[in-house]
């Protein structure tokens, strides 16, 4: 089982394989959604008034979020700090369908932090749809932060910063307020 983390000789893993597990299980939910609402966008929402087509844009946008923050807090927990040889340092299975079967190579840290980025940027940008939500619900504004704080992980050390991933940190701060 690809999905099943392996960090200590405990039979029971303790809280590390239920947190891998709940991860991938939050993941395989989040793309079957996405692979049904890509369905009913290659129809081009042909029945659908704009209204409800605006509330699967935000659908659409509201479950790239969830991933991405799995997706973050999976690559932190199980991947090396991203200022430690990113490009080379083994991250977390980026899963990006809901085929069980379908068993992708383990990322490295900066492919699994490319893949939130980008995942987060289309989530912003969907969300922008006019779809009437309360705070409890992700936002463009959710995904800016987060958008922050994954530059502020990319920002390098103290000894060697690096300023580009700081400076959008700090963008993307300054666009939630």
Do not use: C, H
């Amino acid at each position: 089982d690809a999905f099943f983390f392996r960090n200590s000789s405990s039979p029971t893993q303790g809280n590390s394989a239920d947190l891998y597990r709940g991860a991938y299980q939050i993941i395989l939910s989040v793309n079957t959604t996405l692979e049904g609402i890509a369905a009913m966008e290659s129809s081009g929402y042909s029945p659908l008034k704009e209204t409800e087509k605006n509330r699967f844009r935000y659908a659409k946008g509201e479950n790239l979020f969830i991933r991405a923050l799995v997706y973050f807090n999976l690559v932190r927990v199980y991947g090396k700090p991203y200022y430690q040889s990113a490009a080379s340092s083994p991250g977390v299975i980026v899963k990006t369908s809901s085929d069980i079967k379908d068993v992708p190579e383990r990322g490295t840290v900066k492919e699994v932090y490319d893949f939130i980025l980008r995942d987060l940027d289309a989530a912003a940008q969907l969300m922008k749809a006019p779809v009437a939500k309360t705070n409890a619900f992700a936002g463009t504004a959710a995904a800016w932060s987060l958008m922050s704080r994954a530059y502020l992980y990319m920002g390098g050390s103290a000894a060697a910063p690096d300023a580009a991933a700081n400076q959008r940190a700090i963008d993307y701060a300054d666009s939630v307020i």
